[in-house]
């Protein structure tokens, strides 16, 4: 089998810039895992995927031209339906071999074997290796179907008869093992070793490959074109980074944007930009998102982050004189910019107080009413929320805050930018001269706004946020509206998440079960049972809860031994994981856990009111005495450790139960034929049991 490495090209017009990356790998993967699995690539072979806007390449190393033959063996029919009682084969038998081009005389190559518990013959073949002509137009074929386009078009092949369906029109195919062409086709091209470089730039209108690995060097050199997407986007950091210390200054960091910008040049050339200063009077976040957004411009920033009237551009062509590039953007991104600055002044003529009205008319939910009814819900809310926490001047900033926190919405700007509302809130409320914390919590309300999210920065902006989604959660299960699989429009499991994080990070003294209870009674729903609203609410957040605990390092018993007593306070789940994750290295953890197991397996079976006091004249045998002895210096010990905080010296001070606990179960039947023996046993293993789980359910540590 004679190795040599493999370059596959498909040449295209410009490809979807969103898309590039993730069509590049996909595309070389398929390639690679397709020849891989008919034995054409040997077990050191690698894939190298290329991806510029008009081309789609893959390098693999180590392609044989023809796989091993491999030996299989297929079932034919069980033995009793291919043979007859002679051991002649049967009508059955001959039709299936005739169907596989054997005659009758295949039979004595049969062989039999057991098929579970039946007998069943087998064919014995050799099956050929598949060729690399065959192989590969099976992989492209492969990798072209599995490639991830939403939405592909249809065009007609030169022959004006035939069309195809592609994600944008194919004009060249390379297929190159070594240096020899390999003879396959796709979307009516036949692979070749020629294509296309620059469109502008490139030396000769094509470029022929000479072999498989000369590719991406031939392309550089030749056809001005960097195929690596790794490549050119390290080249375009580079670039932006070398210009933007040229003045003293660095770019914005936008991974997205710099993989779009990446998909849209094939020899990045990078330019420097700038605006007038009279622009930077508007929000620097508006003006940052008008270049990022509608230019693909990378704005640059001064050492304290604050944005000047410089920029940057990644243009595809390198002039030796780029001022006409230079002035053609400039003069594009100016009327962006006059844009931002009128809506910015606009909007600036109305309070946010003004536009409060204008909220009823925008429907937030059928079943939930306007916006504005939804303002209404939110502020009674906050207001109640900021009376426990802080008091009445709380309560007060919180109430105006979540008053005027989505009346940008109706905003000009934000009618333009959606991804600034909050923020544009915030800089109108700063206009009008209004409290900080009250400007800042507008902004803040819809944090955290995902995974790994900032919390509001304030005590009211807190307020405002918990507020928010809390009547969001709640108002949409409250009629029903709850994820199921994975289909959650309303993003809930988010809305619960930002709820569980600020109630847990802000160490907010709120009982989870009563502020839901609270908040639910702000709707005038009253149709539903509100007692099961409350407890699916309660069990959706505890799943989300429990999912995220795990994800950040706790094991599954240690989730399930704090949430399984649903404490009242969820910012107190940290502190009880840690004492149980301190406790579980304890030598006695093992045993105390499974004697709790045991007591808990024990009171679950009584049927009767179990008392938890014990009558010291009932104890007749010595483990029991002792046990009750231990209990009496213990728990008064374990719950004052409790009710202090302290809960890891709490669990550690049950350590001093093991000896007498396991002395009980050995020597002590608790089932006693006398009734009142029993019971005063049960109330002894029930003062062991609340004197046990307090912090955590320590059942669900036993192994």
Request: negative net charge; aromatic residues 6%; charged residues 25%.
């Amino acid at each position: 089998m004679v190795e040599k490495n493999l370059l596959v090209e498909l040449f295209v017009e410009e490809l979807p810039p969103k898309a590039l990356k993730k069509l590049g790998e996909a595309f070389s993967s398929t390639l690679f895992e397709t020849l891989k699995s008919q034995g054409l690539t040997i077990e050191n072979s690698i894939t190298t995927s290329f991806a510029t806007p008009r081309r789609l390449a893959a390098h693999i190393t180590s392609v044989v031209g023809q796989a091993a033959d491999k030996q299989i063996s297929q079932k034919l029919m069980p033995v009793s339906v291919g043979l007859d009682a002679n051991g002649n084969a049967t009508p059955a038998l001959i039709k299936r071999l005739n169907g596989m081009g054997l005659d009758e005389a295949a039979v004595s190559q049969l062989t039999k074997q057991m098929d579970g518990k039946n007998e069943a013959l087998f064919l014995e073949v050799t099956q050929k290796g598949a060729t690399l002509n065959d192989g590969l137009q099976k992989a492209i074929e492969e990798a072209i179907q599995k490639l991830p386009i939403p939405k592909v078009m249809t065009y007609q092949l030169a022959d004006g008869w035939s069309s195809v369906n592609f994600v944008r029109p194919a004009h060249g195919l390379v297929a190159l093992h070594g240096s020899d062409v390999v003879a396959v086709s796709v979307l009516g091209l036949t692979a070749g070793n020629q294509t296309q470089g620059h469109r502008f730039e490139a030396v000769a209108a094509s470029v022929v490959i000479k072999n498989a690995d000369s590719y991406a060097e031939q392309l550089k050199t030749e056809g001005a074109v960097i195929v690596s997407f790794a490549d050119r986007r390290a080249e375009i950091v580079k670039q932006l980074n070398d210009a933007a210390a040229k003045q003293g200054l660095k770019p914005i960091e936008d991974d997205a944007l710099l993989d779009e910008v990446t998909a849209l040049v094939e020899r990045p050339n990078v330019l420097l930009g700038q605006f007038e200063e009279a622009y930077l009077e508007v929000p620097q976040e508006c003006l940052i998102l008008t270049m990022k957004a509608n230019q693909k411009y990378f704005p640059l920033l001064n050492a304290n982050g604050k944005l000047t009237n410089k920029f940057l551009i990644v243009s595809n062509i390198s002039p030796a004189d780029p001022s006409a590039v230079i002035g053609g953007n400039e003069r594009v991104v100016r009327p962006r910019l006059a844009d931002a600055k009128f809506f910015f002044d606009q909007d600036r003529k109305k309070t946010l107080e003004s536009r409060i009205t204008s909220l009823g008319k925008v429907v937030y939910h059928n079943k939930l009413g306007s916006q504005g009814q939804r303002t209404e819900r939110v502020g009674a809310i906050a207001i109640a929320i900021g009376l426990q926490l802080g008091g009445a001047d709380l309560a007060a900033k919180a109430g105006l805050a979540a008053q005027l926190a989505k009346t940008d919405l109706i905003t000009d700007m934000v009618g333009e930018f959606p991804e600034l509302q909050g923020i544009m809130g915030r800089y109108y409320a700063q206009h009008e001269g209004l409290d900080n914390e009250v400007a800042f919590a507008i902004e803040d309300h819809y944090k955290p706004r995902f995974a790994g999210d900032d919390l509001p920065r304030n005590q009211v902006g807190i307020v405002v946020a918990l507020a928010d989604k809390l009547e969001t959660l709640v108002g949409l299960f409250s009629i029903g509206e709850k994820p199921t699989g994975d289909k959650d429009p309303f993003a809930l499991r988010r809305q619960a998440l930002g709820i569980i994080r600020m109630l847990i990070e802000s160490n907010l003294p709120l009982p989870f079960e009563k502020l839901i209870q609270d908040v639910l009674s702000a709707f005038n729903n009253e149709s539903g049972d509100k007692v099961a609203t409350v407890q699916a609410i309660k069990e959706f957040c505890m799943d989300r809860l429990s999912v995220n605990l795990r994800e950040h390092g706790s094991t599954p018993q240690e989730v399930d031994a704090v949430l399984s007593l649903a404490p009242a306070l969820l910012s107190e789940v940290p502190k009880r994981l840690a004492a149980v994750r301190i406790f579980s290295e304890l030598a006695e953890a093992p045993a105390l856990a499974a004697a709790n197991k045991r007591v808990s397996n024990i009171l679950k079976k009584v049927e009767d009111e179990i008392q938890a006091q014990v009558n010291a004249s009932l104890l007749a045998e010595p483990a029991e005495i002792a046990l009750n002895v231990a209990l009496s210096k213990v728990k008064p010990e374990a719950d004052k450790l409790f009710e202090s905080g302290d809960y890891t010296a709490s669990l550690k001070a049950l350590a001093a139960l093991k000896a007498p606990v396991d002395d009980f179960f050995d020597n002590v039947m608790v089932n006693a034929d006398d009734p009142a023996l029993k019971a005063n046993r049960l109330g002894l293993l029930a003062i062991l049991h609340q004197t046990m789980n307090r912090v955590a359910d320590l059942s669900k540590l036993a192994s």
